[in-house]
């Protein structure tokens, strides 16, 4: 079953700040539901006439993507390092680069734009490392 992001998830998107890390995310979305090892973003819906270059930054800092498509996450958390991973119609998608920080994200695939961190778009493609992001568990300690 897939939900619209209502209420209080909502809210939590709009708390969201770019460059935020994976672990200030969960505090304020949750765990997602399941995490893409990838950073495929060929699916991310993009319009206007720099779509080919905002195209091109989001792949260059994307290497996780968090999936949430139900209320409550259940662990442990599904990592997916299928090319097919993505977000259903009307769930939400966030990338988060090798650092662990959120550069993008898309309330309801299919249906609302693509939200990019400013940055993003003017910043030199990183050098490229695997992915380090983890789910922290939710017995970790948070300063």
Do not use: K
């Amino acid at each position: 079953m897939i939900l619209v992001p209502v209420g209080s998830f909502r809210g939590g998107l709009e708390r969201l700040t770019w460059g935020m890390p994976s672990d200030s995310v969960v505090g304020v979305l949750g765990e997602p539901n399941r995490i893409c090892d990838s950073g495929g973003v060929d699916h991310v819906p993009l319009t206007g006439p720099d779509s080919a270059a905002t195209r091109h930054a989001l792949r260059d800092h994307t290497a996780e993507r968090w999936l949430y498509t139900r209320r409550e996450a259940h662990r442990p958390i599904p990592r997916d390092t299928g090319p097919g991973c993505r977000a259903p119609s009307i769930a939400t998608e966030l990338g988060f680069d090798a650092d662990g920080r959120l550069r993008w994200y898309v309330r309801e695939m299919d249906q609302t734009p693509v939200q990019i961190d400013p940055a993003l778009l003017t910043a030199p493609a990183p050098a490229r490392r695997s992915p380090a992001l983890t789910c922290p568990s939710p017995d970790a300690s948070r300063d």
